[in-house]
């Protein structure tokens, strides 16, 4: 079998399960957003008359129609959703659950006449150069459009825009490929040539040609099996603010040290750097502290805080080396669940 063969039957295996969503909202909601009078009249239209504003992919992944896409393409709770499959058939959509640390959301469609479970692969061993296929809903307007390429990088860290309102977040840990991820293809299945996804398509760098970002599968599964076992996403949850630390940051602050998490609050009025009641706060760490390690493990730009967590659950106690002032001291924290404690803002 070539090579083309071998593409066109991992295509093939996948394309059932790939699935388009449409973003849209009622005329006049969109005319209050909307500077121009009118506007929303000249703009495309659903099936309900509600102007489309964009759309994405997803993938079902479940024989009771659960479908994996990125958390930005239904961050919007404003908006209405719906999901179409290969053939055009048209599904409401249930949001089950967004993801509060990573770019995935899960949700629930009708499953269509004809569809196919997308299998997962493994991203954990994945190759510089290895082919990769990126599936989605291109420009939110060519369905099923498919491109090639290879792994061009591991475990990137990127800042991308989260939401509609301009918000961003660090997503870590992902893919880089060159196969091409337009705008609409995020939600969609990146998947190695055996059909299998690897990957969910999250982001592109706009002014870079050919430099696309998938968030590992894996990620998602996590997800999957909480949601199947606590009916929701559980995360473990800290409650500081920090400053990762390095060499400008040291000089900045005059700090007695290159690497950790410096503990210091956002410059916003009402702001704390350690959230009131959550677990860092029961634990007793200070603002000015500096986090060192974490079970063991130094805390640097490479191995952020946030990767400190990546494995731990709820009710798990860690334990931090940290600098405060001169002397060095050894704290553990006993790791509560997102969300227990209401956070003024969202941090680790």
């Given at each position: 079998?070539?090579?083309?063969?071998?593409?066109?039957?991992?295509?093939?295996?996948?394309?059932?399960?790939?699935?388009?969503?449409?973003?849209?909202?009622?005329?006049?909601?969109?005319?209050?957003?909307?500077?121009?009078?009118?506007?929303?009249?000249?703009?495309?239209?659903?099936?309900?008359?509600?102007?489309?504003?964009?759309?994405?992919?997803?993938?079902?992944?479940?024989?009771?129609?659960?479908?994996?896409?990125?958390?930005?393409?239904?961050?919007?709770?404003?908006?209405?959703?719906?999901?179409?499959?290969?053939?055009?058939?048209?599904?409401?959509?249930?949001?089950?659950?967004?993801?509060?640390?990573?770019?995935?959301?899960?949700?629930?469609?009708?499953?269509?006449?004809?569809f196919a479970v997308a299998?997962?692969?493994?991203?954990?061993?994945?190759?510089?150069?290895?082919?990769?296929?990126?599936?989605?809903?291109?420009?939110?307007?060519?369905?099923?459009?498919?491109?090639?390429?290879?792994?061009?990088?591991?475990?990137?860290?990127?800042?991308?825009?989260?939401?509609?309102?301009?918000?961003?977040?660090?997503?870590?840990?992902?893919?880089?490929?060159?196969?091409?991820?337009?705008?609409?293809?995020?939600?969609?299945?990146?998947?190695?040539?055996?059909?299998?996804?690897?990957?969910?398509?999250?982001?592109?760098?706009?002014?870079?040609?050919?430099?696309?970002?998938?968030?590992?599968?894996?990620?998602?599964?996590?997800?999957?099996?909480?949601?199947?076992?606590?009916?929701?996403?559980?995360?473990?949850?800290?409650?500081?603010?920090?400053?990762?630390?390095?060499?400008?940051?040291?000089?900045?602050?005059?700090?007695?040290?290159?690497?950790?998490?410096?503990?210091?609050?956002?410059?916003?009025?009402?702001?704390?750097?350690?959230?009131?009641?959550?677990?860092?706060d029961k634990a007793g760490?200070?603002?000015?502290?500096?986090?060192?390690?974490?079970?063991?493990?130094?805390?640097?730009?490479?191995?952020?805080?946030?990767?400190?967590?990546?494995?731990?659950?709820?009710?798990?106690?860690?334990?931090?080396?940290?600098?405060?002032?001169?002397?060095?001291?050894?704290i553990p924290i006993k790791?509560?669940?997102?969300?227990?404690?209401?956070?003024?803002?969202?941090?680790?």
């Amino acid at each position: 079998m070539t090579h083309e063969d071998e593409v066109v039957r991992a295509v093939e295996k996948i394309l059932p399960s790939v699935v388009s969503i449409t973003i849209s909202k009622h005329a006049d909601f969109v005319n209050r957003m909307l500077p121009i009078d009118g506007i929303a009249d000249r703009l495309p239209k659903d099936a309900d008359g509600n102007i489309k504003l964009g759309g994405g992919s997803g993938f079902i992944i479940s024989d009771d129609g659960l479908v994996l896409t990125n958390k930005h393409v239904v961050a919007d709770p404003d908006a209405q959703y719906t999901i179409f499959d290969q053939s055009g058939a048209r599904s409401d959509v249930q949001i089950l659950a967004r993801d509060p640390i990573h770019d995935v959301a899960i949700l629930r469609m009708t499953p269509p006449a004809n569809f196919a479970v997308a299998s997962f692969g493994d991203s954990r061993n994945l190759r510089l150069g290895q082919t990769v296929i990126a599936i989605g809903n291109a420009l939110g307007e060519f369905q099923s459009s498919v491109s090639t390429g290879v792994v061009s990088g591991l475990s990137r860290l990127i800042t991308a825009v989260s939401d509609i309102s301009g918000h961003h977040e660090r997503l870590r840990g992902l893919i880089q490929t060159d196969a091409a991820i337009n705008p609409g293809n995020s939600g969609g299945p990146l998947i190695n040539i055996h059909g299998e996804v690897i990957g969910i398509n999250a982001a592109v760098i706009f002014g870079a040609q050919n430099i696309g970002f998938a968030i590992p599968i894996e990620k998602a599964a996590r997800d999957l099996n909480d949601i199947k076992k606590y009916g929701r996403i559980r995360r473990p949850y800290l409650g500081v603010r920090y400053l990762l630390v390095n060499s400008a940051l040291q000089k900045q602050f005059g700090l007695p040290v290159n690497y950790g998490a410096f503990v210091v609050r956002e410059m916003m009025p009402g702001d704390h750097a350690i959230i009131p009641d959550s677990p860092a706060d029961k634990a007793g760490i200070r603002e000015g502290d500096i986090l060192l390690a974490c079970n063991g493990k130094s805390i640097n730009e490479k191995t952020s805080m946030e990767d400190m967590l990546e494995n731990a659950v709820p009710g798990d106690t860690i334990t931090f080396s940290i600098l405060r002032g001169s002397e060095k001291i050894s704290i553990p924290i006993k790791l509560t669940e997102w969300g227990t404690v209401k956070p003024p803002s969202t941090k680790i």
